[in-house]
């Protein structure tokens, strides 16, 4: 009878251990400081980010929104959905401000997600929320107050619902339309700080695309350097743009996104449907959403991830 007692206990005892195991390398992490390890482990630029949960921050105003909603820290979820364990992180970078970030375990490395729009934006509100079994990512931000002691006001708060899709943080769609066929895409960027770069990609039918980029010195328009390409996308990637787009739906998409800075891109997209129905969407900054941020990024790493060849002149 002992022997077993001793056998189940060892099998208990070795499906716990494979258990944690299966949760990948962040299922064990327990304290602020080795969670702070992690993330300066994992990028130089945040050698300096700090982990406290007590959530001490010079702007009282943001301290006191965190103790009513209630944040933390850290939390440990799946948030990309392969079954291993993620952090969602709120600590403090530069300058003691509050940021909120992502580790994402992919099995063969850790990533970190940033959120971009908080060079942008004030006081990222971030929490694990639940929809039945899918954990997804409760988040929120401010308008930059002008004054330390004005009030974080509730009508410059905007809110999001996040899922992890398509390679980054999207708006979570629970029901997204499965047949919405786009018959092309046109996206063009324009950026101009002591350099201006000029992007235009035009996905035709059957996934034919063009890319024309320029770029030279703000005050030197002569040192202009240009180049035109095409290439047929693959079918994995032309599938991809099909997904994501039905996944964000152009009737849920605003037609124009504006925020209060200079030296941003100037973004339009238009998309053509099969159905007649257009898409046209003027994004001064690129951050109005983050699926479009999504869709931007993805149309722009089309320039390492396809095969190009000289457009004909």
Not at 79 to 103: A, E, M, P, R
Not at 236 to 261: A, C, H, M, W
């Amino acid at each position: 009878m002992l022997k077993t007692y001793t056998v189940l206990i060892l099998l208990l005892l070795s499906g716990l251990t494979v258990n944690v195991q299966a949760q990948g390398r962040l299922a064990n992490l327990t304290t602020d400081a080795a969670v702070q390890q992690v993330v300066r482990s994992l990028d130089e630029s945040y050698k300096n980010f700090q982990v406290d949960s007590r959530l001490r921050f010079e702007d009282k105003r943001v301290q006191q929104l965190y103790q009513r909603e209630k944040v933390r820290a850290w939390e440990k979820a799946d948030i990309d959905g392969n079954g291993l364990l993620d952090l969602l992180i709120t600590g403090t970078h530069y300058n003691n401000k509050s940021k909120v970030i992502c580790v994402l375990d992919m099995r063969d490395r850790l990533v970190l997600e940033e959120f971009s729009r908080q060079f942008y934006r004030y006081c990222p509100v971030a929490r694990i929320k639940y929809a039945g079994k899918q954990p997804l990512i409760s988040y929120a931000d401010y308008d930059k107050p002008f004054l330390i002691t004005e009030p974080l006001k509730k009508k410059d708060r905007q809110e999001f619902l996040l899922t992890y899709r398509f390679g980054g943080l999207i708006e979570y769609n629970p029901t997204p339309t499965l047949n919405i066929q786009p018959d092309s895409i046109l996206y063009t960027s324009h950026f101009a700080y002591h350099d201006v770069e000029e992007i235009e990609i035009r996905v035709e039918p059957l996934g034919r695309t063009k890319y024309h980029d320029c770029e030279y010195p703000v005050l030197d328009e002569s040192e202009k350097k240009c180049e035109d390409l095409t290439a047929k996308l693959t079918d994995t990637t032309q599938q991809q743009l099909v997904q994501l787009l039905n996944y964000l739906e152009p009737d849920k998409i605003s037609r124009e996104y504006r925020i209060g800075f200079n030296h941003v891109p100037y973004i339009t997209l238009r998309v053509m449907y099969a159905d007649g129905r257009r898409l046209q969407v003027e994004d001064k900054g690129g951050i109005g959403a983050f699926g479009l941020t999504r869709l931007y990024a993805l149309l722009e790493s089309l320039r390492k991830t396809q095969e190009w060849v000289p457009a004909k002149k």
